[in-house]
């Protein structure tokens, strides 16, 4: 069977380094399927789950990504990310309090920088809680 060596790292830590059969990331515009010997690709991710099929195994990695880089080379992926972190290491009540938080500071803010950055903060926590729900299947 044909495997990819996936890599997954952000500017704290390495989160992922291992054989993979199938590995499915957020895509700019949707969602990224990639197998081994797919052709060269670079492309920018968007904050969302990466799945990661584990050589013969029933289960995969899951990893919480806030955007950043794919590259796929024929034996390869790697994704840098700016933030990651593992599923089953996110905090849901953590989460949801930041989002609340957010959304309060949303209805606050009507214009400018603020909003901007408060929108994507949402975006990113709404991927968190994605992350945590995909887990939980």
Known sequence: ?????????????????GEAEMVVAPGE????????????????????????????????????VSGGILEVQPKALTILADTSIRAHDLDEAKVMEAKRQAEEALANRATGQDRALVVAELAQL???LQAIRKLRK
Do not use: C, W
């Open 126 to 128: 709404a991927a968190q």
């Open 29 to 64: 515009t949707g969602e990224l399927g990639i197998l081994p010997g797919h052709t060269p690709l670079m492309t920018r991710i968007r904050p969302g789950t990466v799945k990661v099929k584990l050589v013969g195994q029933d289960k995969e990695e899951i990893v919480y």
């Open 1 to 17: 069977m044909a495997t990819l060596h996936v890599n997954i790292v952000s500017a704290e830590q390495a989160i992922f380094s």
